[in-house]
């Protein structure tokens, strides 16, 4: 599976928007771009995936370059409980397959 | 439900002490997975089971083992660990059609 860099940490204020970027140049034509978020104590969580389209659900919409070698989740109005630890994973979608997480980006949401 | 369930919530064990943990899913997920983290450290991925098979094994110690006994559960037995083993194991399950993988809370196993 493909390698993601994000930044170690990031600030944003409550109410705005949230865009946490990820690089991945080396990813295959076969790796879909998934992001996650751990909030302190809990399991992580799913947010949203994509191939090579913008995604869009209800948590947030994902930004895929045309070259696809870098991404940006945006969370449209962040709040206090957005504050996380969020994880871009590039990975082959195929069944049984490995989800290896990277470091992630610490995103503080400050009000 | 789309819960995966782990049980205990937290487990504190010598080291010649034997116990499991449970995860179990009803959501017809194939792929289910255990993840060890560590504190400030992101999942670390231990196993990986495909329809109820061992598909990926990261050179994890003999002295944790896992067990798929059918498609809903998923258990990790534990034999003689070492305090370094202390850590939140968190089991994920996933469709893999297109999803993302779904956790649990985690089990915050202490070694004595």
């Known amino acids: 599976d493909a390698k993601t860099t994000q930044p170690t940490s990031m600030d944003c204020a409550e109410g705005r928007a949230a865009n946490l970027p990820c690089n991945h140049s080396?990813?295959?034509?076969?790796?879909?771009v998934y992001w996650y978020r751990q909030i302190h104590s809990q399991g992580p969580q799913y947010i949203i995936h994509g191939l090579k389209n913008n995604e869009t659900n209800e948590m947030a919409s994902l930004i895929i370059t045309e070259d696809r070698k870098s991404s940006t989740l945006i969370l449209p109005h962040a709040t206090l409980r957005d504050t996380a630890v969020y994880y871009c994973i590039v990975r082959v979608l195929e069944y049984g397959n490995k989800l290896v997480f990277g470091a992630g980006t610490i995103l503080r949401v400050k009000s | 439900d789309t819960e995966v369930t782990q049980t205990p919530k937290h487990l504190v064990m010598g080291m010649t002490n034997k116990k499991s943990l449970k995860c179990e899913q009803h959501?017809?997920?194939?792929?289910m997975y255990w993840y060890k983290q560590k504190a400030k450290k992101p999942p670390e991925l231990m196993f990986v089971y495909s329809y109820e098979k061992l598909s990926i094994n990261e050179s994890v110690p003999s002295r944790f083992s896992p067990e798929c006994p059918n498609s809903s559960l998923l258990n990790l037995h534990l034999h003689a660990l070492q305090p370094e083993d202390s850590a939140l194991y968190l089991c994920?399950?996933?469709?893999?059609?297109?999803?993302?993988?779904?956790f649990g809370q985690g089990t915050r196993l202490t070694v004595v």
């Open positions: 959501m017809g997920h194939r792929a």
């Open positions: 994920a399950s996933s469709h893999d059609r297109g999803q993302g993988a779904f």
């Open positions: 080396t990813i295959s034509g076969n790796e879909y």
